[in-house]
Structures are given as C-alpha cells and as structure tokens.
C-alpha cells in the first residue's frame, strides 16, 4: 500500500517547442474552438504531432475536447468534428509557460551573443 | 386535386388503414375515445387527399403510421389526435383556429407546438433537447419521436445526403429524447435504423487511407479507440486531394506510438 500517486495526477505538460506553437495558435483566439487539423495548418506541424500534444495538453487539464453541436456539421452533410478548447486555467498556465519559454530563449540568445562575439572574429 | 379515387374515404395504406389504428387502439386501451380519434382522422385524410409521400403513398399513411407508433407508446387520445394531424398545420390549408373549433385547445396547441418544432434546424433540435430535460408537454415529443420513426422507416425513399443527415441526427437528437421519455424499444428501433442507414452509407469502399487510420487507431487503449477513429475519418473527410488524404493518415500513422503512450498513461493515473 504505497503512497497513492494522487499529489500529480495532472502534470504540466512538457513545454516541447511543438506545444509551444500550438499552445500560441490556441491562445490566438482562447475562446474559440478548434479541430485537430486546423491547428496542423495553423502551426504547419503534422498531424501525427498535434494529435499526441493535444491528448497530453487534454490529459494535463489545459485543454478540454468535445464532439461538435449536431446541427452544424448535419446542416453542412459532414461527419462531426472533435473541437478543442482551452480551459481557463489551461489558457492562464500556457500563457505563463510561453512567458517563461520566451524569457529563458531571450536570456540563452544574450548569453550566445556575449559568448559569441570573440567567436566572430574566427 | 388529384384523384381522389373511388375508394371511398377509406383509402388503403401501405396495408393499414383507420380500421386498424382503431383495433389497436381499442386493445391498448378500451376506454378510449373512437369517436374523436376516428374524427382526428378523417380529418388528416381529406387535408392531405392528393398529397403523396416520396414513396408515392398517399400521405395519410404517414400520420396513421404516426398514430399507430404512439398507440404503442401509451399516448392518450389528444396525443393520437394530434399525432394524426401532425402535418396538416404546415402542409395544408387547415389553420390553427380550425383545429381548435374542432377539436378543442389542447389538440390544437400539441399539433402547433409540434409543428413549431422543426428537428432539421438549430433551433428545433437545441428546443426538443431543452424540453426532453426541462418542462414543456413531453406529448409533443412523443410526437416527434414517433414522426422520425416512421421517417427513419420510410428513409430509403430519400435522397442520400438526407438520409445521413436524418440518421445522424436522430442518434444524437431523437434517441436520446426518446430513452429520456422512458420509450426505450422505440430509441432502440431508432437507434438500429440509425445506425444502419450510417452504415449502408460509408460501405462506399473505405479509401486505402481511411482503412489505414483505422489500423492505427488498433495501437490505441480500446475504451478510447472509437473517438480517435471517428475524429481522423472526420479530418480526412475535410481534406480535398486523395494525396492529401494520404499524407494525412501516414502522419498519424507515424505519431501514433506517442499519442498510444500518451493515452495509456492517462488510463492508469487516477486523474486521467
């Protein structure tokens, strides 16, 4: 009977740059939904990118999923779409995670500069 | 005016006939009344005399058919009156206030309301949703429940596209209503027509693409497996090119092991 791993059922996902970009193409517009393949266009990674980020963004609570309303896709005769949507605790943390992964980018870029510089004269 | 025949006012329907709402209604229920029931459709049958069904049946045969199911159903007798008289309100000449002088507020209102309530649009189908849930007259619903069955029975005189558009709905919609009103061999018959319609439908041979997401979607945890399928095959639905299509299910294909370990993972943490 160990220790029941209840402390972090929901881990923060692994801010890989891939999540990152779909992280950003959500928060774009955080209200609005949207489908696995619009974000394959919108961040130009492939499908079999997004689909693995979007279970562990689902799976980490940032993102919540959901079948789309009947009566769109029957009015337009198509099969209905899985749409997924920010929660609002997931567009807060994302939009805290990409603060920190663009100031750690930020600091590593000043840092290669300085470090850089005598290199420029190779 | 079409021909109105010579059969008299008893024209024969698909095999049923008043005689034969009227034998099962008294069966169902002896206490009911013949008289308005018999009324309600003689009315329906001379508002829609010359009128047909896509089948080319006379269009009588769709309220009694109608009526019948809710027989079935229990529904008492301003629900089969009305049911009867379902269409007249939007397909006929017969107004509100002519129903109402015959046959009294409450089988007007039910006909209205049910006219009121088109399952093909947003607003109807969002309207049923509510009522099924909330207040409102569950017997308009029955209704509408009964209307569908008999449409789902009768589908194969559609085109295509509606009778897709018509299952589909009917298993997020009406099946749903229908196990909320209790009336569960009618969800279940409109379920299996449902689904069969569905099914008779995407036979059009899979494309090799569509088969081999199916294949990756067999990597995944089963109790999540139909949700990833059915999402791809909606994906790649909106895809334009057969190459596409391919490119497509090759990078699912490729990003399936993560998405497998991704999800798995989540079925063995408490959270998940």
């Given at each position: 009977?160990?220790?029941?791993?209840?402390?972090?059922?929901?881990?923060?996902?692994?801010?890989?740059?891939?999540?990152?970009?779909?992280?950003?193409?959500?928060?774009?517009?955080?209200?609005?939904?949207?489908?696995?393949?619009?974000?394959?266009?919108?961040?130009?990674?492939?499908?079999?990118?997004?689909?693995?980020?979007?279970?562990?963004?689902?799976?980490?609570?940032?993102?919540?999923?959901?079948?789309?309303?009947?009566?769109?896709?029957?009015?337009?005769?198509?099969?209905?779409?899985?749409?997924?949507?920010?929660?609002?605790?997931?567009?807060?943390?994302?939009?805290?995670?990409?603060?920190?992964?663009?100031?750690?980018?930020?600091?590593?870029?000043?840092?290669g500069?300085?470090a850089g510089a005598p290199g420029v004269s190779w | 005016?079409?021909?109105?025949?010579?059969?008299?006012?008893?024209?024969?329907?698909?095999?049923?006939?008043?005689?034969?709402?009227?034998?099962?209604?008294?069966?169902?229920?002896?206490?009911?009344?013949?008289?308005?029931?018999?009324?309600?459709?003689?009315?329906?049958?001379?508002?829609?005399?010359?009128?047909?069904?896509?089948?080319?049946?006379?269009?009588?045969?769709?309220?009694?058919?109608?009526?019948?199911?809710?027989?079935?159903?229990?529904?008492?007798?301003?629900?089969?009156?009305?049911?009867?008289?379902?269409?007249?309100?939007?397909?006929?000449?017969?107004?509100?206030?002519?129903?109402?002088?015959?046959?009294?507020?409450?089988?007007?209102?039910?006909?209205?309301?049910?006219?009121?309530?088109?399952?093909?649009?947003?607003?109807?189908?969002?309207?049923?949703?509510?009522?099924?849930?909330?207040?409102?007259?569950?017997?308009?619903?029955?209704?509408?429940?009964?209307?569908?069955?008999?449409?789902?029975?009768?589908?194969?005189?559609?085109?295509?596209?509606?009778?897709?558009?018509?299952?589909?709905?009917?298993?997020?919609?009406?099946?749903?209503?229908?196990?909320?009103?209790?009336?569960?061999?009618?969800?279940?018959?409109?379920?299996?027509?449902?689904?069969?319609?569905?099914?008779?439908?995407?036979?059009?041979?899979?494309?090799?693409?569509?088969?081999?997401?199916?294949?990756?979607?067999?990597?995944?945890?089963?109790?999540?497996?139909?949700?990833?399928?059915?999402?791809?095959?909606?994906?790649?639905?909106?895809?334009?090119?057969?190459?596409?299509?391919?490119?497509?299910?090759?990078?699912?294909?490729?990003?399936?092991?993560?998405?497998?370990?991704?999800?798995?993972?989540?079925?063995?943490?408490?959270?998940?």
């Open positions: 009977m160990g220790k029941e791993q209840r402390a972090t059922p929901r881990a923060a996902p692994r801010m890989t740059l891939q999540t990152q970009l779909v992280l950003r193409a959500m928060l774009a517009e955080p209200a609005a939904e949207s489908y696995g393949l619009q974000l394959c266009a919108e961040t130009g990674l492939p499908a079999g990118t997004i689909y693995p980020i979007l279970a562990r963004l689902e799976q980490a609570g940032w993102v919540r999923s959901n079948w789309e309303d009947p009566c769109a896709h029957v009015a337009e005769g198509r099969p209905r779409r899985r749409y997924y949507l920010l929660t609002n605790d997931g567009a807060e943390q994302a939009r805290s995670a990409i603060e920190r992964a663009d100031r750690a980018r930020v600091k590593l870029r000043s840092a500069l300085r | 005016m079409v021909s109105g025949g010579s059969a008299g006012h008893e024209p024969v329907t698909d095999g049923q006939t008043l005689a034969d709402l009227l034998r099962e209604l008294q069966a169902a229920r002896p206490d009911a009344d013949i008289a308005l029931v018999s009324k309600a459709y003689l009315t329906a049958e001379s508002c829609h005399r010359g009128q047909l069904r896509k089948s080319g049946d006379p269009y009588i045969t769709h309220p009694l058919a109608v009526a019948l199911i809710l027989v079935g159903m229990g529904a008492d007798d301003q629900t089969l009156c009305a049911g009867l008289l379902h269409d007249v309100l939007h397909d006929t000449a017969c107004t509100e206030a002519e129903l109402q002088a015959e046959f009294g507020l409450d089988i007007a209102g039910l006909v209205r309301q049910a006219s009121g309530l088109n399952p093909t649009d947003d607003q109807g189908a969002a309207a049923m949703t509510a009522m099924a849930a909330g207040d409102g007259d569950k017997r308009v619903l029955l209704i509408k429940i009964a209307d569908r069955l008999h449409n789902l029975r009768t589908v194969g005189h559609l085109p295509a596209a509606r009778q897709v558009d018509s299952s589909l709905q009917t298993l997020q919609v009406q099946v749903p209503i229908a196990r909320a009103l209790g009336a569960d061999a009618i969800g279940r018959e409109l379920a299996d027509r449902a689904s069969t319609v569905l099914k008779r439908h995407h036979q059009a041979p899979p494309s090799a693409s569509g088969r081999m997401l199916c294949a990756s979607a067999v990597l995944l945890p089963r109790a999540v497996r139909a949700r990833w399928r059915e999402e791809w095959l909606a994906e790649l639905d909106l895809l334009p090119t057969r190459k596409a299509r391919a490119v497509f299910a090759v990078q699912v294909a490729r990003g399936i092991a993560r998405l497998a370990v991704t999800l798995y993972a989540s079925e063995r943490s408490p959270g998940g």
